[in-house]
Nanobody, 128 residues
Framework: QVLLVESGGGLGQAGGSRRLSCVASNHTARITAMAWFRQDPEKEHTFVAAIDWTTGATYYTDFVKGRFTISRDIAKNEMYLQMNRLKLDDTAVYHC?????????????????????WGQGTQVTVSS
């Protein structure tokens, strides 16, 4: 199983920016997709953004389009989430996720059940 470690969380101001990182190790050559999900105390994992590890194709949920950018560095086995124009509602624990199964449909990038490896999460708190 791929091991994932997130970093970059912390306190940010509304309208500001933060950059999250996720480092993958162990069986990284098998990765086909990675994603960011977020979670608050009342909900399950909510999809934020995903990237096809091979092609670099990206997918976003509507509430972050135009504000967040997902990217990856294959040589470093790292994935990033650049978060701009932060909103109070962006406050959550952000988890990175990875999987090695092939993707044939866009929906499979956005489904938490299609990711087998998860990081511990990093807290992002946005204040006014």
């Amino acid at each position: 199983q791929v091991l994932l470690v997130e970093s970059g969380g912390g306190l940010g101001q509304a309208g500001g920016s933060r950059r999250l990182s996720c480092v993958a190790s162990n069986h990284t050559a098998r990765i086909t997709a990675m994603a960011w999900f977020r979670q608050d105390p009342e909900k399950e994992h909510t999809f934020v953004a995903a990237i096809d590890w091979t092609t670099g194709a990206t997918y976003y949920t509507d509430f972050v389009k135009g504000r967040f950018t997902i990217s990856r560095d294959i040589a470093k086995n790292e994935m990033y989430l650049q978060m701009n124009r932060l909103k109070l509602d962006d406050t959550a624990v952000y988890h990175c996720a990875a999987d090695s199964r092939p993707r044939y449909y866009t929906s499979t990038y956005k489904n938490a059940n299609m990711y087998s490896s998860w990081g511990q999460g990093t807290q992002v708190t946005v204040s006014s």
